[in-house]
């Protein structure tokens, strides 16, 4: 049974520790997602299809406020994944979306957006929140990014982090 006040959460776990914790959480009647992806792993001499979390690190779980505290005493758990201070609910949607692409497909990779020089930007954080720009140089964690307005171009360093790309 489905109550209101339920979200859907993703929480950090110990390294290779998802299927794990997925279980722990089952025995205590606990309502979670740990997305499973058919790998097929090549050794010296076989073939094998293994089955490998798609999220490394990641277990989603849909809990009450109320009970929202009781998911960190589960052992492998580190920490639930904040936004802005606090664990950062997950839409509904976004994962009945992961359930029906993996339904459809196996192999599935995961990979992290990467910026390139000379993409569009938006900036997510800060004083200069949304604005969009041109990203023109990336130094290790920090991006120079051009933000034209008003007839001026205006450059700004940013945490790479506080980026989202647009495309282009």
Not at 68 to 84: A, E, I, P, Q
Not at 88 to 114: C, M, Q, Y
């Amino acid at each position: 049974m489905t109550e209101n006040n339920e979200h859907w959460y993703a929480l950090y776990t110990k390294p290779r520790w998802e299927k794990k914790v997925a279980k722990l959480l089952d025995e205590q009647g606990i309502e979670n997602y740990c997305p499973i992806n058919k790998v097929t792993r090549q050794w010296s001499d076989r073939k094998k299809v293994v089955l490998e979390p798609v999220f490394k690190g990641y277990v989603f779980v849909k809990i009450s406020a109320e009970r929202k505290w009781d998911v960190r005493k589960v052992s492998g758990v580190l920490n639930y994944v904040y936004w802005l201070g606090k664990p950062a609910p997950i839409r509904e949607e976004e994962i009945n979306t992961i359930r029906k692409f993996l339904n459809e497909f196996s192999d599935v990779e995961v990979a992290e957006l990467s910026l390139k020089v000379n993409s569009s930007v938006r900036i997510k954080t800060g004083v200069l929140m949304n604005y969009q720009g041109i990203l023109i140089e990336l130094i290790g964690n920090k991006a120079k990014v051009r933000i034209e307005s008003m007839g001026l171009q205006l450059s700004a360093q940013f945490d790479k982090k506080n980026l989202e790309h647009l495309g282009g």
